[in-house]
Every structure is written in C-alpha cells, then in structure tokens.
C-alpha cells in the first residue's frame, strides 16, 4: 500500500507505543487518498460563484477509511495565492498533533504550491459518520467532503446500502467579500445564505427550478453495500485519487506517480449546469442507511421526507451507535451528523399511492432573519425525469427546535459509556458568549470567555512555539484561574491530563441590542458528554438533579447546539445554556469554536492546551524542525519531497470478528 524511505530514531519517552521513524516521501510513496485543492468559476445553485474545489468539485470526493487502521492522505495546494490546511471533523487526533488541521493553533498552513501529508488514525470504535474541510479563513463554504469511517465487519444495525446526503450553503458574495465585511469596521454583515446545496446541487432564492433528466441523478455520491460502490444507478465518477478538476495552472506536481491512489472507491458528485433539484435514488422495499452531513457555513437545518415520517436515528456525530431513536424530523446544525435508517417504501405501497415514484426532501432554515426553503427529491424509479420544486410547502416542519432530542441519545452499548458523573468533575469552565462592538472603529466581534480569537491573532503556531520553548510557552495556569479559564499572555485555555471539565457556554443577549443567536460548538481532540441545555442561566445543580432522577447517561458528541430560546433579551443578559462534560487524556493543542464561519472570523474560537510540554511534546529534537516553520521540510512540492516523521506503523487493527445478529428496525 505505502512504502517510504525511513530511518529509525529513539524516541525514549517522547511516544511510547508508536513507531517512530523519519520518513522521506519521495516517488515510491503512494498514499492512502490524494486531494488537490482549486479555484474555479462553477456553474452552482442555478448561478455561479468562485469556489474552492476538492479534486475538481465542492463537495470533494467521499473518503473511505476503516476503524483501528493509520492512513495518509495528501493535500494539495493547487491555489496560486491562498494558504490552506485540512480538517477531518469529528475524528479525534489522539497522536498527530500536527494533523488537526488547525493554523496557527496546531500546524503552519499549507503555502501556495505545497502539499502536506496528513496521517489519519482511527480507533476501533470510530465507525461512523464525519468530513474533511479546510480550516484557512471562509474556505470551509465549498472546500468540504465526506469523510467515512466504515465498520470493522458489519454495522450492528441491518441495511441493504446507504447513501450520502452532504449539505452546504450557497452564498452570492466571494469568500473574500465575506470575509472583509465581517472583519473590518465599520461592520457589515456578510449576508444571508441564498441557498442550501444537497451532494452540491441547489436552486438560489429566486430561480425557478426546471424538469430534470431521467436516469442517474446527478450530484449523488452513491453507495458502498454489495460490491457495489455506485449503488443503485449513481451517476457519478470514480477517481481513484486522480486529480480531475480544471485549472489553470499544473499545482505543485503533474506527474502521474503524484496523483495516483489505491482508492478505487473514491465517489465524487459532478458539477452541472441547469436549474434542477438534487436527487436520492432508492429502490423499493430495501433499507438504507443516510449519513447526513451538516457540512453549511451558517445555516441551522431542520428537514423531513414527503409521506416518510418513520425515521429511526442510529448514530450521531459518529464515534458512538445509540439505542434507535424514531423521529419523523431532522434538525441539523454546522458540523453536526445524523446517521438515520430509512425505509423505501415497498412496490405494493407505491402502487396504492397511485404508483408515485418521487418524494420531496423539504429542508427549511431556523433561526435567521431569512427564512430559506428549498428541496431535494427521493426517486423510486430512475426512468422517472426529476420534477420541479412544489408551489407549496409539502410539510409543515415545527420551528422550535430547542426541545428536539435533548436528553434523548443513550449508547446502545451501556457497558462501554464513560460518561463522567457530577461527582467526577473537578472544574467547572464557564463561557459566556457575547457579541461586542470596538467603539472608535465599528468592528463587530465574537468573544467566548472576554476572548476573541482567531487564526490571527498568534504569529506562529501554539503548538510550534511548545516544541521550540518547551513550559514556558504554555499557558500560566494560576494566570488562567482568574481570568475566566484563560491565560492573558498566551491566550489559551490550560487544562491538566486526568481533570474532568464541564465546560458550560452561556448564551447572552448582544451589545448591538440584545439580539441572541444560535451558536453550533464543536470540539476537537477527545469527543466530550453532551449533558444537556435550557433557557436562562445554567444551574448545575437542577440541571444534576434532571440527569440524576432521568439516569441519562448521554453518548460521545463533537458538535452540539448553544439556543437562542429568545429572539432578544437585555444586553448581556442570559439567554440559554449548553453544557458538556469532558475528561482530559489526550495531550495536545485543540480547539473549540462556534462552526458558524462569519462567527469563527469575527473570534468565536478558543485555543486549549492539554498536558505540560512533556505530555504534549511526542516528537523527538532531531525530527521537529521541519514542522517548525512556514513552508518547512516536511511540505513537500514540485522539488522537493517532504521529509516527516510517522507516528504510526500502518498495522490494521480492524478485525471483522463475528457478531450478533444485526439489529433490524425494519
């Protein structure tokens, strides 16, 4: 699969339990997947905009890597002036630091014409649901693909295939535009979404949707059950880790060794022109598993399927199966995941329905001054042309979406959840979320904690600077106590391997007003316990009493939603809460952070140091220098190949041993 030439290095106490090697990736390194990263005019949402593409479409190719197993996959930067890093969401970068695709907080960007080696580790009990993006500024808005972990074996739950359904937002103004309104003063806001995209098709506020073709629906990623990785008539193509995009330069390397993968299902939408719906194809009477990925910038989704209110939720923000969950509605935030059982509908069922072979997915967006309502379409028959979007809603989907599903989710294996009790937290972080405005210049902020953070606000990595200054780059954790969790002089959030945290962030009423908003925070490292939210101000002990009289014991999360409850309140006063319980094992630099873009720009995002220098410093003297600058040795381009170092030995832990009977729902 790999090969490299390597020379071994000692590593003492730095990485026990690694292999640690220097790697050079030279012309007889082949790695796992290859993306390269554009930018392109596209035909998009019945318009076109600017985008960053992922081997030539937004959304990227869907990735597939298995539980307990390390893989490399190379990025590209094929960009002539923008730096870029990737993210892969949801899965916990236990030791590889470096690859959290984080700048400034845990790696250098990559530079134009550069590309990056990211090794990927899984544990076994990873299956599930997440997604690549890039963490470079508002890039995130096209520059996103899924990411699948698949089962050692087979799932717990029976399916016959699955399908992908990736969600973005459509934006008329650049990224750059964007990004200048909400950074500068006086403030202007970015806007509104003027479209959600299904797997990368959409129809932009006010555009008429035209009759699409029969056959393959476009913008469908397919499935993976059977031997069949297009599933069931998928139009799409296979890629096998060649670049396939149009640009107007050659990147960082054309030659074909370069571009080469053992991907062989590596499942990519296509870009089209016209004004037609995103279409699922399913086939009648089979169960399918739909991985639903909230891959938006801004928009907070709530969704139902036309005439299919049976929906059984399995899994949510991967990592963890959940006891089945019924439900005839999803609601999902930025970065959220939703694996869901859906069951076609059997041909006797259609016939009674008047042999109707096409169903709307309505989704409507909650939660902002500009309510969007677009669809994509379930077909039963492919030779059935793709319809227009309906006159009129076709569901009344409710609006409040702030009892949905909490308190709800439970491992289905209670005898593996380690979710911390009231009596195991040693400190509790509280983190109010606030919006201010800078008097003398206008420029509206984010701040979590009297913080507003964001990728520039070091001039060298955090992590870089541990590596080069070893304790005395790391937060002062005395300093930090009396300071809301944070210390002034690094800007971070210290916490101690073996601490359990609760970390609560307190939604407040703005400056600019008291208008509140509705904040999706996600966490990177460990995923945490997700151990509920209100309205009003957090109360530990009512809310200790709830978990305590209920016996919830919530399940492994990574994204969850901080409500607004109220549309506005007093000016810093409380408007809702969101609480997590985390314990602290894995050493590192990580983030946390609304996933809201503009918000990410405007300093909604915090650093946090795990472990002193020793615990988090894995890598040995002699192999850190090419990680330590920008554009280092260990970015390799049309030159020069990179020289690394490998945390893993690439030994495949995932072992298909024989389980129980699949659950079947249906």
């Known amino acids: 699969m790999k090969t ?102 845990s790696q250098w960007p990559i530079p134009p014409g550069h590309f990056f080696d990211y090794e990927i580790a899984t544990n076994n009990d990873d299956a599930g649901t997440y997604f690549y993006h890039s963490h470079v500024d508002m890039q995130a808005i096209s520059c996103t693909g ?41 403030f202007k806001w970015a806007g509104e979404i003027h479209g959600v995209l299904l797997n990368g098709k959409g129809v932009a506020t006010g555009q008429q949707t035209s009759i699409g073709p029969s056959g393959g629906g476009r913008g469908f990623f397919g499935g993976r059950l059977g031997g069949r990785p297009d599933g069931f008539g998928g139009n799409f193509r296979h890629h096998g880790g060649h670049y396939d995009g149009q ?18 299902n590596q499942a990519q939408v296509e870009i089209t022109a016209g004004c037609t719906l995103p279409v699922i194809d399913v086939e009648p009477g089979k169960t399918y598993r739909f991985r639903f990925i909230g891959a938006n910038g801004l928009s907070f989704l709530t969704m139902g399927l036309e005439d299919h209110d049976d929906l059984t939720i399995i899994q949510v923000d991967g990592s963890e199966y959940n006891v089945p969950v019924k439900t005839d509605r999803l609601n999902i935030g930025a970065g959220q995941r939703f694996d869901v059982l859906f069951k076609a509908k059997t041909i006797d069922e259609l016939e009674k329905n008047g042999n109707k072979s096409t169903f709307y997915l309505q989704f409507e967006t909650l939660e902002r001054p500009e309510p969007y309502t677009g669809y994509g379409v379930v077909r039963y028959d492919q030779s059935t042309p ?19 599903m909490e308190y709800t989710f439970t491992s289905l294996f209670p005898e593996q959840n380690e979710a911390p009790s009231a009596s195991e937290v040693t400190r509790r972080i509280i983190i109010d979320a606030e919006q201010k405005q800078e008097n003398a210049t206008g420029k509206v902020v984010w701040e979590l904690a009297h913080l507003s953070w964001t990728e ?10 541990i590596y080069q200054h070893g304790d005395a780059a790391l937060p002062n954790w005395e300093a930090a106590q009396s ?16 601490e359990v945290i609760e970390i609560v962030f307190q939604n407040t009423g703005s400056e600019l007003g008291g208008i509140v908003e509705t904040h999706p925070f996600h966490a990177h490292s460990k995923h945490y316990y997700d151990i509920g939210s209100g309205p009003g101000k957090y109360d530990a002990e009512a809310n200790n009493k709830k978990l305590e009289q209920t016996g919830y014991k919530a399940v492994r999360r990574d994204t969850t939603m901080l409500y607004r409850y109220d549309e506005q309140v007093g000016i810093g006063e409380p408007a809702g809460w969101r609480a997590w319980r985390l314990k602290i094992t894995d050493a590192g630099v990580w983030m946390i ?62 072992k298909a041993v024989k389980k129980k009977e699949r659950i079947r729902v249906y």
């Open 146 to 186: 899924p990411l699948i972990v698949d089962d050692c074996g087979s799932s717990p739950y029976h399916y016959d295939d699955e399908r992908i359904l990736h969600f973005q937002d459509f934006f008329q103004k650049s990224d750059e535009e964007m990004m200048s309104d909400v950074t500068k003063g006086p």
């Open 386 to 404: 793709i319809p227009t979007a309906p006159a009129n809603k076709v569901l009344d989907l409710p609006r409040d979406p702030t009892n949905w």
């Open 247 to 264: 640009s107007d330069s050659k990147g960082c390397d054309s030659k074909s060794d370069d571009t080469s993968s053992d991907d062989s």
């Open 4 to 105: 490299a030439t390597i020379s071994s290095l000692w590593l003492g106490s730095w990485l026990p339990a690694a292999l640690a090697e220097m790697v050079t990736h030279d012309h007889n390194f082949h790695p796992d997947h290859i993306l390269r990263v554009t930018e392109a005019q596209v035909p998009l949402s019945c318009e076109s905009r600017t985008d960053i593409l992922v081997n030539g479409t937004s959304p990227g190719p869907a990735l597939h890597i298995m539980p307990g197993t390390s893989s490399w996959i190379r990025v590209y930067n094929d960009m002539p002036d923008q730096n870029l890093t990737m993210h892969w969401h949801g899965l916990t970068q236990r030791m590889a630091p470096f690859a959290d695709g984080t700048p400034l907080a």
């Open 483 to 498: 300071n809301w969790g944070w210390d002034p002089k690094t800007k971070s959030f210290p916490c101690k391997l073996g």
């Open 456 to 465: 520039h606000t070091y001039t060298s990595p955090l992590l870089v600077d």
């Open 593 to 654: 952070h609304c996933h809201i873009l503009s918000h990410m720009m405007m300093g909604m995002q915090s650093v946090w140091t795990m472990g002193d220098a020793e615990q988090i410093r894995k890598l040995p003297p002699t192999a850190i220098s090419g990680y330590m600058t920008y554009g280092g040795s260990v970015y390799g381009n049309s030159t020069h190949a990179p020289r690394l170092y490998q945390y893993f030995n690439g030994t495949n832990q995932c």
